[in-house]
């Protein structure tokens, strides 16, 4: 795949970034992955670059991506787009977990209890089966999820890097992001959007057709998977390379186009 193109002058992008395995090395566990202060640094001047059109998009809940970002409290898609924070702070969500959800629920973590390494990790509009830790269980819990999922016509499973992850139908990142480019700051703007799974894939597929930008940061156990995406970085830290770029290229061009009192607010202090 080709290199990611940096904005040019004048480019008004709105970015969406999802965060493990994109902006954070995946960790053995949700819980282990580690934040430097750097990052929180550079999506602050992502955002104002882009003049708040920035919003983070995850299979983690939002009180999750909270305190890992914290102090930001960026506009964000949480639980693949179950839960999605607006610019202007308002909370979205798409209802509550339909019944099929809880059935399985129970029957996949009482599973999960019986094989060790495996860890449950319910979402409440989704829930994860992570076997990172456990990989020989991958082909036996994959198994008995689809034959899960194939009897509830209301969900679906996406298998993603060493996790297995079920979530009502229409919920998916491509969604959420779509109902971001409807709002402001992000509509009219250019979509770009940087992921690095399959659970990204949807989000992948809304940005092309929008005539975005789409980016895959490689997976080194995967290499060169079949992606939706149109171009690829080798690794988080090359992305963020990229972003940082990004940050310098576009904040000339937002500034210069914000009305005065906007300009000001971005100003540094």
């Not at 999802?18 to 934040?35: E, F, N, S, W, Y």
């Not at 898609?77 to 959800?101: F, K, M, N, S, T």
């Amino acid at each position: 795949m080709l290199d990611p193109p940096l904005p040019a002058p004048g480019d008004r992008w709105a970015l969406f970034l999802d965060i493990d395995g994109t902006l954070l090395a995946i960790a053995p566990r949700p819980h282990d992955v580690h934040i430097d202060p750097a990052l929180p640094l550079l999506l602050g001047r992502l955002g104002s670059a882009c003049g708040g059109a920035l919003a983070l998009v995850s299979g983690r809940r939002l009180a999750d991506i909270d305190v890992l970002f914290s102090p930001l409290r960026l506009p964000a898609a949480g639980v693949h787009g179950w839960q999605r924070r607006r610019a202007d702070g308002a909370l979205v969500v798409a209802g509550e977990p339909i019944e099929g959800l809880r059935r399985l629920r129970r029957g996949l973590a009482a599973w999960a209890s019986t094989h060790p390494g495996l860890l449950f990790e319910d979402k409440g509009g989704s829930f994860a089966l992570h076997y990172r830790l456990a990989p020989e269980h991958g082909p036996g819990l994959r198994r008995l999820a689809r034959r899960l999922v194939a009897h509830q016509t209301q969900l679906r499973m996406i298998d993603g890097r060493k996790v297995i992850e079920v979530l009502p139908l229409g919920i998916d990142k491509g969604a959420a992001i779509a109902a971001f480019l409807a709002e402001p700051p992000f509509a009219g703007r250019l979509p770009v959007y940087a992921g690095d799974d399959a659970t990204d894939e949807d989000g992948f597929r809304v940005v092309n057709r929008l005539g975005g930008i789409t980016i895959r940061v490689a997976d080194p156990e995967l290499g060169d998977a079949a992606s939706a995406a149109r171009y690829a970085v080798p690794s988080v830290a090359a992305l963020r390379r990229w972003l940082a770029s990004v940050a310098e290229r576009l904040r000339p061009a937002d500034l210069e186009n914000a009305a005065p009192a906007e300009r000001q607010r971005s100003l540094p202090r």
